[in-house]
């Protein structure tokens, strides 16, 4: 017989969860209510090795297989049904020990580089810095790498060590003691077992190149690099350049997330997408805080092409307030934008693609910050009323920081224009106009700060 439990989890202080828990037997055979369209009863032996669920998604219905046979002995299964957040029912099967949320998983003293500190990192380090202190599985010390430079005369990387701010690019936000700037790439590497990849996407390739084959293996890392690449078949995910080039599985993250409110600790969220849940997991429980909430979804490349289309759209929405288009047409353009980010999605990515992937704080809610708050727009509306070149609007309104929309729109522009493209899409237009931001072809020079 079937153990149906009907219970109350409290997750995070915004949000209560029902869950129904159909625990299997510890053995025999037992009779599984399916979820595929005709109700349809199915045999389903006690390991659940070989059997699946029916994942409901609207009219149509996918299956979700569970553990390959011979995995996880010993463990119960559950099946956990529970409510999405456009109001489907989900159901898949999860292997869990003792919680209802995550497994147990090897533990170990891990230890990670992060590159490196511009605004976004600095914020995003602060929370890993005073998470490991909390959590004995994580190693106490945060390495973090430093391009280096002089402010006041004196250099960054002491700056960072000594007063504990970064006070070039996250002034007033004190960084924990436990973080260390390093200036050399190679020493930052060593020993480190989970990376954290914040630095403009157009060096990958060279911090790649440096650091393939110092890292331990079996090493993990997660990328909030919002910026795409090009290769021959076209489009080209940071993610993949570091999993071809390193040798590593790769997670991402992504969301509305402006650094400086992240810093301040004020409440947001963000997605991680991961291909391997229990690495999803894994980064969740190293950087989720009360303030700070993570959604894990296994929609990975979905999740990281949101990160950088978002910035195209915000160019656009930059040029509204600039001409003083109204708030109107800039919510006409943030709509017409998001339509494009999922129909760019879909012809692009090599995976499934999924709707709902686009609904979390990765897709809609990043995208509108960015078209209020993001510098992107900020840039684009001074660029559109001054006339000023971009390099002289990143002086003076960003500290010297790199603007990624104008370069994302380059390259979007170049793989629409090879796949012929440029006009069955309205992000043809939009990645056109963008990319007139970078008057100049600006060459690749040393990796500054994002």
């Given amino acids: 017989m079937w153990e149906t439990q009907i219970l109350t989890l409290r997750r995070d202080p915004l949000e209560t969860m029902l869950l129904e828990l159909v625990v299997e037997p510890e053995s025999g055979e037992s009779t599984v209510p399916s979820q595929g369209p005709a109700q349809e009863q199915s045999r389903a032996p006690a390991s659940l090795s070989a059997t699946a669920v029916w994942f409901r998604g609207g009219a149509t219905a996918r299956r979700v297989a569970s553990t390959p046979p011979g995995e996880e002995q010993g463990r119960r299964k559950d099946t956990v049904r529970?409510?999405?957040?456009?109001g489907r029912w989900h159901h898949r099967v999860r292997t869990v020990t003792h919680t209802l949320v995550g497994a147990r998983r090897r533990e170990r003293r891990a230890r990670y580089l992060f590159c490196q500190p511009c605004r976004r990192g600095s914020a995003v380090a602060k929370i890993i810095g005073n998470n490991v202190k909390k959590l004995q599985k994580f190693a106490s010390t945060v390495k973090m790498w430093v391009f280096e430079e002089t402010v006041n005369g004196r250099k960054l990387t002491d700056i960072i060590n000594n007063d504990h701010e970064n006070v070039k690019y996250l002034p007033g936000h004190k960084l924990p003691e436990n973080v260390v700037a390093v200036s050399n790439l190679s020493e930052a590497v060593q020993d480190a077992d989970l990376l954290v990849f914040v630095i403009p996407h157009q060096f990958i390739h060279r911090i790649c190149d440096e650091i393939t084959g110092r890292v331990p293996k079996g090493a993990l890392g997660i990328t909030l690099i919002?910026?795409?690449?090009?290769?021959?078949?076209?489009?080209?995910?940071?993610?993949?350049?570091?999993?071809?080039?390193?040798?590593?599985?790769?997670?991402?993250?992504?969301?509305?997330?402006?650094?400086?409110?992240v810093a301040a600790e004020k409440f947001c969220e963000t997605t991680i997408g991961s291909k391997v849940m229990e690495h999803g997991l894994l980064f969740k429980e190293l950087l989720q805080t009360p303030?700070?909430?993570?959604?894990?979804?296994?929609?990975?490349?979905?999740?990281?092409?949101?990160g950088a289309l978002k910035n195209i759209v915000a160019v656009?929405?930059?040029?509204?307030?600039?001409?003083?288009?109204?708030?109107?047409?800039?919510?006409?353009?943030?709509?017409?934008?998001?339509?494009?980010?999922?129909?760019?999605?879909?012809?692009?990515?090599?995976?499934?693609?999924?709707?709902?992937t686009f609904l979390e704080s990765c897709g809609v809610a990043d995208l509108i910050?960015?078209?209020?708050?993001g510098r992107n727009r900020r840039v684009a509306e001074a660029f559109a009323r001054t006339g000023k070149t971009i390099e002289e609007l990143e002086k003076e309104m960003l500290n010297g920081q790199k603007l990624q929309g104008p370069q994302t729109s380059a390259e979007v522009y170049r793989i629409l224009k090879q796949k012929g493209l440029i006009d069955k899409l309205l992000f043809g237009d939009l990645a056109f106009s963008s990319r007139c931001l970078d008057h100049s072809d600006r060459q690749e020079s040393a990796p500054g700060p994002n």
């Fill in 82 to 86: 529970r409510r999405h957040p456009v």
């Fill in 226 to 261: 919002k910026g795409i690449d090009e290769g021959p078949e076209g489009l080209k995910l940071i993610s993949d350049i570091i999993r071809e080039k390193m040798g590593i599985d790769i997670s991402v993250l992504m969301g509305a997330n402006i650094a400086n409110e």
């Fill in 291 to 306: 303030n700070f909430r993570i959604t894990v979804v296994d929609d990975a490349d979905t999740v990281e092409l949101c």
């Fill in 316 to 356: 656009g929405a930059g040029f509204c307030d600039g001409l003083r288009c109204g708030d109107n047409t800039k919510a006409a353009v943030i709509r017409l934008g998001l339509m494009e980010m999922i129909a760019f999605a879909r012809i692009f990515c090599k995976g499934q693609v999924s709707t709902a």
């Fill in 369 to 373: 910050t960015t078209c209020y708050g």
